[in-house]
């Protein structure tokens, strides 16, 4: 598949989430977390790439001393949907043993993944281990996952933008929309 090449916003049929609601949302994050973790440092943790904008925008809201580490993995399996098996495309740069942890999520789904992460990084003994999700895709969840920070609930659709990708394209859509019928085919 390839995106439209005059327009990606003409391949969007509807926007979910507009660019607005999700700065306002991030903000808001980013002073919970501020607040909840007063008077320590936090560490970060983006799992690439769809958690990229995110954490980028979520730290310019977060007035602690924070450090930032990136996870990479892809999950073995179909285009849309995860197999929780997961493989680590890029581990993370640092050790976490006694450091505050967050990782930073752009979807949690059937929470293969997410579950993947909690159990191989509760291994390494950071001394607090929690989670930030931009969206919930609650509906489709089948391994319960704990989640401290969501951004927003979403439907059950695929959905694209704000570093989440259809065939690694769309992450740079300012809003949370889905495609057209015809761009998914
Ligand atoms: P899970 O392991 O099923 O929870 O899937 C999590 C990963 O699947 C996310 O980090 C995304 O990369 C991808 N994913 C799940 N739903 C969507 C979607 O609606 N749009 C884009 N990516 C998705
Ligand atoms: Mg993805």
Request: charged content about 25%.
């Amino acid at each position: 598949m390839s995106p439209n090449p005059s327009s990606l916003y003409d391949d969007v049929a509807d926007v979910l989430i507009s660019q607005e609601a999700i700065q306002q949302r991030v903000a808001e994050l980013g002073q919970q977390i501020t607040l909840d973790f007063a008077g320590s440092e936090v560490l970060m943790i983006a799992v690439l790439k769809g958690a990229l904008l995110f954490l980028a925008d979520l730290v310019r809201n977060v007035n602690l001393p924070v450090a930032m580490d990136f996870l990479a993995v892809s999950s073995y399996g179909a285009g849309t949907s995860s197999s929780g098996v997961v493989r680590i495309l890029k581990d993370l740069d640092e050790p976490i043993e006694g450091r505050n942890v967050v990782i930073v999520e752009d979807i949690v789904d059937s929470g293969r993944t997410l579950d993947y992460l909690l159990r191989m990084l509760r291994q390494r003994h950071p001394a607090t281990l929690h989670v930030c999700t931009l969206l919930d895709k609650r509906e489709r969840r089948e391994i319960n996952v704990p989640i401290d920070y969501v951004g927003f609930e979403v439907p059950d659709e695929f959905v694209v933008g704000y570093g989440l990708d259809f065939a690694e394209y769309y992450r740079q859509l300012p809003f949370i929309g889905v495609l057209k019928p015809e761009i998914y085919q």
